[in-house]
């Protein structure tokens, strides 16, 4: 995908693309500065997540747990929005009601067609 191609996306659409592909989590865009996704995690499940080499942000939309980040816990629920810094061991614990997350790394990688 070149700098100058836009694309549009519909959330609900991409949750349900994710949740029927068996895995919590699902890319849908990859360019060279940017990655986004869908992270789904029932209630009661375990983050087993380990810290990634990139800034992110996380959009909570539905659901209810906690998050932690290094030493600090808070709870999260829909239109919650969380920044967690590169390399900052972060995990969602105490999982009350299935999350659902839209997800954006700071750093993509290489374009995806």
């Known amino acids: 995908m070149s700098k100058t191609t836009w ?3 519909s959330l609900p659409q991409e949750i349900e ?3 029927s592909s ?3 989590y699902r890319e849908f865009l990859r360019v060279s500065t940017l990655s986004t996704g869908v992270y789904s995690l029932p209630a009661g499940a375990n ?14 939309v539905s659901g209810k747990a906690r ?11 829909p239109g919650s ?3 967690v810094p590169a390399s900052a ?9 299935d999350l659902t997350l839209l997800v954006f790394f700071a750093s993509g990688g290489p374009d995806s067609e």
């Open 7 to 9: 694309r549009t996306f």
């Open 17 to 19: 693309t994710q949740q």
């Open 22 to 24: 068996g895995s919590p």
């Open 47 to 60: 983050d087993l997540q380990a810290p990634h080499d990139e800034d992110e942000l996380y959009y909570v």
């Open 67 to 77: 998050v932690r980040i290094e030493d600090e816990e808070k709870t999260v629920g």
């Open 81 to 83: 929005i969380l920044y």
């Open 89 to 97: 061991e972060h995990s969602f614990c105490e999982i009350e009601e």
